[in-house]
């Protein structure tokens, strides 16, 4: 059978892959300890939880509209104006199915053939396949380790042509856990209504943010830069939600509008007892968001300080999300391995420890390993990087 070019041009997803290859050596009795998910080890809140059963026990097991039901469209409003101060109309919200929804369906309303979409490396892997589906092109920018995996406005402004539509913004980031200042923001931002192109900024983090820094939304720093801004988020990371699937996307009403009309013929719309569970989610209360939070902090604090032990490994301290992204090229070529892919996966095969390499991620020199898993597990899987590399060295 013919596959169409679209498809056939995609690269698999390297975090999914690594995360398939993990279960299959569990599934043979391996005791692998499996540092790819991109997500929460904590199961939803219980009062989410219930909210979404209350929901099905009376009835609301139907059609929603397309874009979503207007009260989860109003507690998104209602979090986004307590959060970022920002206003929005329900005409400017969608709901989708995950915010990696949302951002397909962005990407198929806003991008005709040969269109530029501007993206950070690292990035988070489906960004450029995304773009490409929808007939773009990925110009990419390198966002250097000695700026901590940040792009300048200079940097910027180099990459930007005729056929540039958009830049996306990830902050904090996935691979890296860094986050973009104030003052950083706002000088990409002043490069974008200069050049006149939008800006999508994935917000999908902004919970899990450690130390002294803060989460600013690019839309918050004036009205111009909101009109230039698509603001996707949803509950995954946030309230550990990853399976519910509910997404958003915040923006002008024309660019929500042929989204929601792109979204009737696809997915017709996101699960209602979903919708019901995220009301909750945003409505409730948010103690457990907090404890999530501070769990993965304590976590950090403990594992980065072992990880930069490890000869030949070094490793910035991120600063949100639930990610280490070492730079293990040295250790690479200290154990023999030609590169971090070959690296990854003899840590795989010997060590029975399941990261992601850098390459999926635009990084070759690196690799990420999640920290949503247990302290313990944490622990244990850094001794076995330890001491195989010291048994290669």
Same mark, same amino acid.
């Given at each position: 059978?013919?596959?169409?070019?679209?498809?056939?041009?995609?690269?698999?997803?390297?975090?999914?892959?690594? /995360?398939?290859?993990?279960?299959?050596?569990?599934?043979?009795?391996?005791?692998?300890?499996?540092?790819?998910?991109?997500?929460?080890?904590?199961?939803?809140?219980?009062?989410?939880? #219930?909210?979404?059963?209350?929901?099905?026990?009376?009835?609301?097991?139907?059609?929603?509209?397309?874009?979503?039901?207007?009260?989860?469209?109003?507690?998104?409003?209602?979090?986004?104006?307590?959060?970022?101060?920002?206003?929005?109309?329900?005409?400017?919200?969608?709901?989708?199915?995950?915010?990696?929804?949302?951002?397909? /369906?962005?990407?198929?309303?806003?991008?005709?053939?040969?269109?530029?979409?501007?993206?950070?490396?690292?990035?988070?892997?489906?960004?450029?396949?995304?773009?490409?589906?929808?007939?773009?092109?990925?110009?990419?920018? #390198?966002?250097?380790?000695?700026?901590?995996?940040?792009?300048?406005?200079?940097?910027?402004?180099?990459?930007?042509?005729?056929?540039?539509?958009?830049?996306?913004?990830?902050?904090?980031?996935?691979?890296?856990?860094?986050?973009?200042?104030?003052?950083?923001?706002?000088?990409?931002?002043?490069?974008?209504?200069?050049?006149?192109?939008?800006?999508?900024?994935?917000?999908?983090?902004?919970?899990?943010?450690?130390?002294?820094?803060?989460?600013?939304?690019?839309?918050?720093?004036?009205?111009?830069?909101?009109?230039?801004?698509?603001?996707?988020?949803?509950?995954?990371?946030?309230?550990?939600?990853?399976?519910?699937?509910?997404?958003?996307?915040?923006?002008?009403?024309?660019?929500?509008? &042929?989204?929601?009309?792109?979204?009737?013929?696809?997915?017709?719309?996101?699960?209602?007892?979903?919708?019901?569970?995220?009301?909750?989610?945003?409505?409730?209360?948010?103690?457990?968001? #907090?404890?999530?939070?501070?769990?993965?902090?304590?976590?950090?604090?403990?594992?980065?300080?072992?990880?930069?032990?490890?000869?030949?490994?070094?490793?910035?301290?991120?600063?949100?999300?639930?990610?280490?992204?070492?730079?293990?090229?040295?250790?690479? /070529?200290?154990?023999?391995?030609?590169?971090?892919?070959?690296?990854?996966?003899?840590?795989?095969?010997? &060590?029975?420890?399941?990261?992601?390499?850098?390459?999926?991620?635009?990084?070759?020199?690196?690799?990420?390993?999640?920290?949503?898993?247990?302290?313990?597990?944490?622990?244990?899987?850094?001794?076995?990087?330890?001491?195989?590399?010291?048994?290669?060295?």
């Amino acid at each position: 059978m013919q596959l169409a070019d679209r498809v056939r041009a995609l690269t698999p997803s390297s975090t999914l892959a690594i /995360t398939a290859k993990a279960k299959e050596l569990k599934a043979q009795g391996k005791d692998v300890i499996g540092l790819g998910a991109g997500e929460p080890d904590f199961n939803t809140p219980q009062h989410i939880i #219930e909210a979404a059963v209350k929901s099905m026990n009376e009835g609301y097991t139907k059609y929603t509209p397309s874009g979503g039901l207007p009260e989860l469209k109003k507690a998104i409003a209602a979090k986004l104006k307590a959060d970022q101060g920002l206003e929005y109309q329900l005409n400017e919200i969608i709901v989708t199915s995950g915010a990696k929804h949302a951002l397909y /369906t962005l990407f198929q309303v806003l991008l005709n053939d040969g269109d530029e979409v501007i993206i950070p490396t690292p990035y988070w892997v489906s960004y450029p396949e995304q773009v490409k589906l929808a007939g773009g092109n990925p110009v990419y920018v #390198e966002g250097l380790e000695q700026n901590n995996f940040k792009i300048t406005p200079a940097q910027l402004k180099e990459k930007v042509t005729e056929k540039t539509k958009a830049v996306i913004i990830n902050s904090p980031s996935n691979p890296t856990g860094m986050v973009y200042s104030k003052e950083e923001l706002q000088a990409l931002g002043e490069v974008c209504l200069e050049k006149g192109i939008l800006i999508i900024s994935d917000e999908i983090y902004e919970k899990l943010i450690y130390g002294e820094v803060e989460h600013i939304s690019i839309a918050q720093l004036s009205d111009e830069l909101k009109k230039q801004t698509i603001i996707i988020n949803g509950v995954s990371k946030s309230h550990s939600m990853t399976g519910w699937r509910i997404g958003y996307a915040a923006c002008d009403s024309a660019l929500i509008k &042929a989204m929601t009309d792109l979204a009737s013929h696809s997915t017709s719309n996101p699960t209602t007892p979903a919708q019901y569970a995220t009301i909750a989610a945003y409505a409730g209360p948010q103690e457990e968001v #907090e404890k999530m939070r501070s769990a993965f902090l304590e976590r950090l604090e403990i594992i980065h300080l072992k990880l930069n032990e490890i000869p030949g490994i070094s490793c910035l301290k991120p600063q949100g999300a639930f990610y280490l992204f070492p730079n293990a090229k040295t250790a690479a /070529t200290m154990t023999g391995c030609k590169d971090v892919d070959e690296f990854c996966n003899m840590l795989l095969t010997e &060590a029975n420890v399941a990261v992601v390499p850098g390459s999926g991620f635009g990084a070759p020199d690196f690799m990420r390993l999640s920290y949503a898993t247990s302290l313990s597990q944490l622990e244990e899987a850094i001794r076995r990087i330890h001491q195989f590399v010291n048994k290669r060295v």
